[in-house]
């Protein structure tokens, strides 16, 4: 009995090493996830772009990644696990794991990161995002030409200014067209909680609302808008089947072209630090078909993707009002400076609703 | 012939100590069998769920680490559990000493506050989750509210709270609104015992907490009365021993240990006060309790086990590709079968065959 057992450690042993020899060659690439990979949103875009980069790359390398990572006490136990598992560009796809990311890079000098959203960077930690605010723009025009009663449902997920300046820009873009839009405005506080999403879905539709856009991951206010016979927008990912006869467009992360291009630096050996933010000439966000419009309304969507990706349009161009009715400064030349709308947190005039903590 | 349960004369004391292993085992065949229709190596599955984690010292640190605040917890709630008071809002009493520790650190935040910062948080953390505990305690005792409903209200009361400090009046002013205090100062800190490492002080704290209570519990009168009070209630008034008493006390002692363990967690790994402090402490903490049976040490084992089950479960994740669902039923089949070990305490199974029971209820 005891021989067997030696064995059999033995064999356990044996099939590791061989495992790990065989991985050895192959650079290894990380991911932490924040929700379920089958969330139809955020997690579920990256896990696409993953997969995007194994099906590119997968010869060169070997991904593992880890899901429903809390951005709480775990997430940094999370990070340095991957590290200690051998991989070597480690992709953290949340806000929330900023202060741990930073705190494992620190202490692995060796290992690069790449934090998604954020805004703290160090030798071996990039950050990249996407401009989102362009394609809330062109959501903004389209809202306001299909709104009959003039009122927007907007489901925030956090007042950080990601959200806020999406926010301004719909509205922005809404006053062309309809001067005298409405906006309400709910705040989740969470990114994924289906229940919540509904429920604050019915909650605007009830206040006249009938267009219901969102800045929250899971198609519940799909599904509730396309109930009610309302319009809406998908968020994060391709949620046409959700409401075909509801979904307009939605912002789609396409974060693939960004992992392969990086991972390839690694390969290289040319990866550095440095901060991406990417707009619609990148490739970081497409928009989705734009459907259950009329013609006129699809034209005028194009026509503004089409100017804001040849860079002839900007959603912030100057002069933009504040709630207060006072002028922003301008610190871009023509248009409010990236640095104006990475801390965006006022909301435009024609917002009837105040900034939570403000 | 049919297999039917039969009460015991009196409980076995065997079966109460191999009940755990043999749910353990069963628990191990189940997820063998699980693994091997996933398609993965049920060996080496087990072996980076139990095995990997207990053989390097990171890991090592890391069991100790998630074990800490639901150690702290569980104590506490055993003392209520012992004496018939059902605390259920240990997570509301967290994350109270989470916010009321996180108040001296927010305020002397940049300031050249001395060494006495970090005691007095750990002191009043623990102050205030005592009193909040002491809120359905006294309604309970005044005017008969059951301590159960109250008690798992007043958690959501505190979770709104925490989210409304940290997104208005305490958040970090370079923390482009996200809502999260600043950083901590290092004299708001949890210093940590190894260099490089994530063990903190905070362990050492709850192994304190572990010897206090077996002390309290083994060898001091009050000790006796909250045994005696919880086993025997009738028996409790005819000694004149105070149960309303025993509600207060109890509750408050472990509103303070979840205090304590709320501010360790924050001034600890976490660094600074956030919503999502806690991944349900509070809540996994009662499991831990009744899995090492209200007993100090068989709390401790408790909750170096489940932990041990987390930091498993992520390892098996990287290395064999296996999905954190199931390491989520993996932890619920452990939970079934103990509970299903725990009844063959009272209870014992019986092969009866009908026609001889007849013969026998003849002679």
């Not at chain 1, 990979?37 to 070997?62: C, F, N, P």
């Not at chain 1, 003039?150 to 922005?172: D, K, Q, R, W």
């Not at chain 2, 060898?219 to 005819?238: C, D, M, N, Q, S």
Request: with cysteine.
């Amino acid at each position: 009995m005891r021989k067997s057992l030696l064995a059999l450690a033995a064999g356990l042993l044996l099939a590791g090493s061989v495992s790990a020899a065989s991985a050895a060659d192959k650079l290894k690439v990380g991911f932490i996830y924040l929700g379920p990979i089958g969330d139809l949103g955020w997690t579920y875009q990256h896990e696409l772009a993953r997969q995007a980069l194994v099906k590119e790359l997968g010869d060169k390398i070997e991904t593992t990644y880890l899901e429903n990572v809390p951005e709480g006490p775990d997430a940094e136990r999370a990070i340095e696990q991957l590290v200690r598992a051998g991989n070597k560009l480690i992709f953290t796809t949340s806000f929330g794991y900023m202060d741990p990311t930073l705190k494992v890079a620190k202490k692995y000098p060796n290992v690069h990161f790449e934090h998604a959203t954020g805004y703290k960077r160090d030798k071996n930690m990039s950050t990249y995002s996407a401009k989102w605010y362009q394609g809330r723009y062109i959501q903004g025009l389209i809202a306001a030409k299909m709104s009959k009663s003039g009122v927007l449902g907007y489901i925030g997920s956090f007042p950080i200014p990601e959200v806020v300046s999406g926010i301004n820009a719909t509205i922005l873009a809404a006053q062309t067209i309809n001067p005298n839009i409405k906006v309400k405005i709910i705040w989740a506080n969470t990114w994924f909680d289906p229940g919540k999403e509904a429920d604050a879905a019915k909650a605007l539709i009830d206040q006249g609302a009938d267009v219901i856009m969102q800045h929250t991951d899971s198609p519940a206010a799909m599904q509730i808008a396309s109930e009610r016979g309302k319009l809406a927008f998908g968020q994060d990912s391709e949620m046409i089947k959700f409401g075909p006869k509801t979904q307009l467009t939605s912002i789609l992360d396409t974060w693939g072209s960004y992992y392969i291009e990086r991972v390839k630096a690694e390969l290289d050996g040319t990866w550095k630090s440095e901060d991406s933010w990417g707009g619609l000439d990148s490739h970081m966000f497409a928009m989705a078909p734009y459907t259950n419009m009329p013609d006129d309304v699809k034209k005028i969507a194009e026509d503004a993707q089409a100017a804001i990706t040849a860079g002839k349009l900007h959603p912030f161009k100057c002069p933009v009002i504040g709630q207060d009715g006072k002028e922003i400064e301008c610190k871009g030349g023509a248009n409010l400076a990236d640095g104006q709308i990475l801390g965006m947190n006022f909301y435009v005039k024609g917002i009837d609703d105040k900034l939570p903590g403000k | 012939m049919q297999l039917v349960l039969e009460k015991r004369a009196e409980r076995s004391n065997t079966i109460a100590l191999v009940s755990p292993l043999i749910a353990i085992g069963l628990t191990i065949v189940t997820m063998t069998i699980l693994f091997a229709i996933l398609g993965k190596n049920p060996l080496l599955a087990l072996q980076a769920y139990f095995i990997a984690p207990l053989t390097d010292g990171y890991s090592l640190q890391e069991i100790a680490v998630k074990a800490t605040p639901l150690v702290m917890i569980a104590i506490g709630l055993s003392l209520c559990y012992l004496a018939n008071a059902w605390n259920i809002g240990a997570e509301g009493q967290f994350l109270i000493g989470a916010v009321a520790g996180s108040w001296i650190a927010v305020k002397t935040q940049g300031t050249d506050a001395g060494a006495w910062v970090l005691p007095a948080m750990l002191v009043l953390a623990a102050a205030a989750g005592a009193l909040y505990a002491l809120i359905p305690a006294i309604c309970k005792v005044k005017f008969g509210a059951s301590e159960i409903l109250t008690s798992l209200m007043l958690v959501y009361v505190a979770d709104l709270l925490l989210d409304y400090l940290v997104r208005g009046p305490w958040r970090d002013p370079n923390g482009f609104n996200f809502p999260t205090t600043a950083e901590f100062d290092p004299v708001a800190t949890v210093p940590l015992l190894i260099e490089g490492g994530r063990l903190h002080l905070g362990s050492i704290i709850a192994l304190l907490v572990v010897a206090a209570a077996a002390i309290l519990l083994g060898r001091t009168i009050k000790g006796f009365e909250i045994r005696v009070v919880g086993a025997a209630p009738r028996a409790a008034r005819f000694g004149g021993f105070n149960a309303n008493q025993l509600i207060i006390l109890t509750f408050a002692v472990s509103g303070a240990l979840a205090g304590l363990a709320g501010i360790i967690e924050v001034a600890g790994p976490v660094g600074h006060l956030q919503p999502g402090i806690s991944p349900g402490y509070g809540f996994t903490a009662i499991i831990v309790a009744f899995l090492g049976r209200l007993n100090q040490i068989g709390i401790l084992i408790a909750g170096l086990f489940l932990a041990l089950t987390f930091i498993g479960g992520e390892q098996a994740q990287i290395a064999m590709k296996i999905p954190l669902d199931v390491t989520k039923v993996f932890q619920g089949i452990l939970l079934f079968y103990v509970l299903a070990c725990d009844s063959l305490i009272l209870y014992r199974f019986k092969l009866v065959f009908p026609n001889r029971q007849v013969a026998r209820g003849a002679g």
